[in-house]
């Protein structure tokens, strides 16, 4: 049972240009929502997170978005830069404090973006 | 990815011999999380740590896996008997208690059962 979903497995946008990415999740307990960023043989790097009670958390060029009625987030990264190309995942959580400390996350099966120059 | 150490990064095993990957989390970390990432998938969860105790192992295979994480030294994921099916890239993570921060990742080991 996939829990947190990314239907798009690749995308391809121009250099400058606003690329999305996409996730859905079914559970609605899940409390917070992080998106890592990984490059071929290392391991995830954490970007941006939103907890539930937000909608929108911004820092620099990534902006998630969090629709808790539709239970689907975004990740908006504008301008886009030939750095950015890499998979991304979309990972949730049920939350540390409710969860007795346990931080454990359900990821997505990842987007590959491409960042044409 | 700096601070979260896992060794060998590389892993050749016959089908039936034992894997052995190691873990040490960031300084002034006492949780540690083991994940899998089997090829075109995305990260599961295996089992969480603190020092001394298996706290979470939902997502551990019921035979062949084990893990811990001792006072001292690193973490350890242990697979007996590789099969096939366990080729896969697996990951540490630790965070430090009670912070709610995000995961900090390794660079994993990729495991290849020949």
């Known amino acids: 049972d996939q829990q947190v979903k990314q239907n798009s497995p690749s995308l391809s946008v121009q250099e400058g240009r606003i690329s999305i990415l996409n996730c859905d999740y079914t559970n609605s307990m899940f409390d917070y929502f992080l998106w890592y960023k990984k490059y071929p043989a290392e391991g995830p790097t954490f970007l941006i997170s939103?907890?539930?009670?937000?909608d929108k958390n911004e820092d620099g060029r990534f902006t998630v978005f969090l629709n808790k009625s539709a239970k689907h987030l975004s990740l908006h990264i504008v301008p886009s830069q030939p750095g950015d190309s890499a998979v991304y995942f979309c990972?949730?959580?049920?939350?540390?404090?409710?969860?007795?400390?346990?931080?454990?996350?359900?990821f997505g099966t990842g987007t590959r973006l491409t960042i044409i120059p | 990815n700096a601070g979260v150490m896992q060794n060998p990064r590389h892993l050749v095993r016959r089908r039936g011999q034992e894997a052995r990957l190691r873990c040490s989390p960031m300084?002034?970390?006492?949780?540690v999380y083991w994940y899998r990432q089997l090829p075109e998938e995305g990260l599961k969860f295996m089992v969480y740590?603190?020092?001394?105790?298996?706290?979470?192992e939902s997502g551990m295979p019921k035979e062949r896996f084990s893990a811990e994480f001792p006072k001292e030294g690193p973490s350890i994921l242990r697979i007996q008997q590789v099969v096939r099916g366990d080729s896969a890239a697996y990951f540490c993570?630790?965070?430090?208690?009670?912070?709610?921060?995000?995961?900090?990742f390794g660079n994993g080991t990729r495991l290849t059962v020949t």
């Open positions: 300084k002034g970390h006492s949780h």
């Open positions: 740590l603190q020092k001394e105790n298996i706290i979470d």
């Open positions: 939103i907890s539930s009670i937000k």
């Open positions: 993570a630790s965070s430090r208690t009670g912070t709610g921060s995000p995961l900090h």
């Open positions: 990972a949730a959580s049920l939350g540390w404090i409710s969860n007795f400390g346990n931080e454990k996350l359900t």
